[in-house]
């Protein structure tokens, strides 16, 4: 009898849905795979959906701060019909709180014609009553270092030797 509760137990177990078990680090993480899936759908009013109200944005190709739905729908007004496509490399999430997680990472950005550039993020989601959204997103395109000594003051300083794009 006791073999067919601890049975019983673990399918149900198996049965609960996965965010059931999920925590926030793991919940938002969805919101960084929504955000590449909407992207590379060209889908721009999917991927504004996904940012808190008052989200910010500091965008790729942007040298402003996007603050709220208003400009960061205006950010995202060349995606549709571009053909644009990012792929989500390695991410790291933190949970921040019970409704609060980071994510940090890279992905890399391809366009129609082929051309990519990679880039690194930082995302903050929030979460307000069931959803999760981007409260805040930076993203930079990524250049190669070189560590150098600097004999001034005997720190290290990073010196651009070429850009990686």
């Known amino acids: 009898m006791l073999r067919l509760v601890r049975y019983s137990f673990v399918a149900l177990l198996m049965l609960l849905p996965a965010q059931v078990l999920a925590g926030p680090a793991e919940e938002a993480s969805v919101v960084i795979d929504r955000w590449a899936a909407a992207l590379n759908a060209n889908d721009a009013d999917a991927v504004v959906k996904l940012y808190a109200p008052d989200g910010l944005l500091h965008g790729t190709s942007s040298p402003t701060l996007n603050a709220g739905t208003s400009a960061i729908s ?92």
């Not at 949970?95 to 950005?109: I, K, N, Q």
């Open 74 to 165: 205006e950010y995202f007004k060349v995606l549709p019909g571009s053909g644009n496509k990012v792929t989500i490399g390695d991410r790291h999430m933190v949970a921040l709180g019970d409704a609060a997680a980071m994510g940090v990472g890279f992905y890399e950005f391809k366009s129609a014609q082929g051309a990519t550039r990679p880039a690194r993020f930082t995302f903050v989601m929030i979460k307000r009553g069931p959803d999760w959204l981007i409260a805040h997103q930076l993203a930079l395109f990524c250049q190669i270092f070189e560590r150098t000594h600097d004999v001034r003051d005997d720190s290290i300083y990073p010196r651009k030797i070429r850009a990686s794009y």
